[in-house]
């Protein structure tokens, strides 16, 4: 069978990168229910409000990710299906720091079945 039959039969629904920093794990409300949530007591980069514990930040731009991780962070690269964005993505919008690059808000995290790497993460021995 050719690759062509191959994607014929199974398309390759590509999916948009999507980066989040946190300067460090917070054990037991990092990953809940098999999603990505925000830290707790997190607030809002601009108001200051406090933020739901399931909302989680992300951004097409890895540098925001590194600003938000710090030097001993961590830092999640997904792989989001476009049509899961449309669904689910609470807000979309752009940072004029980083022109042309988007922030997305989930309200109820990211499944961690998204994960496609995790920067920064030590085992414990």
Same mark, same amino acid.
Do not use: M, Q
């Given at each position: 069978?050719?690759n062509?039959?191959?994607?014929a039969?199974?398309p &390759?629904? @590509? #999916?948009i990168?999507?980066?989040r920093?946190?300067?460090? %794990?917070? /054990?037991?409300?990092?990953?809940?229910n098999?999603?990505? &949530? #925000?830290?707790?007591? @997190?607030?809002?980069? %601009?108001? +200051?409000?406090?933020?739901? /514990?399931?909302?989680v930040?992300?951004s097409t731009?890895e540098k925001? @990710?590194?600003?938000?991780a +710090?030097k *001993?962070?961590?830092?999640?690269?997904?792989?989001?299906?476009?049509?899961?964005? *449309?669904?689910y993505a !609470?807000? !979309?919008?752009?940072w004029? &720091?980083?022109p042309?690059e988007?922030?997305?808000a989930f309200?109820?995290?990211?499944?961690?079945?998204?994960i496609e790497k995790?920067?920064?993460? *030590?085992?414990? /021995?």
């Amino acid at each position: 069978i050719s690759n062509e039959d191959l994607l014929a039969l199974f398309p &390759v629904i @590509a #999916g948009i990168k999507l980066f989040r920093g946190i300067p460090k %794990w917070f /054990k037991g409300t990092t990953i809940v229910n098999d999603k990505v &949530v #925000g830290a707790p007591g @997190a607030k809002h980069y %601009w108001t +200051g409000n406090k933020l739901p /514990k399931e909302n989680v930040h992300t951004s097409t731009s890895e540098k925001i @990710a590194d600003n938000f991780a +710090g030097k *001993k962070g961590i830092k999640f690269k997904f792989d989001v299906p476009e049509e899961y964005i *449309k669904k689910y993505a !609470e807000s !979309e919008h752009t940072w004029g &720091v980083y022109p042309g690059e988007k922030i997305y808000a989930f309200k109820k995290g990211l499944p961690t079945k998204f994960i496609e790497k995790i920067y920064g993460l *030590k085992s414990k /021995k």
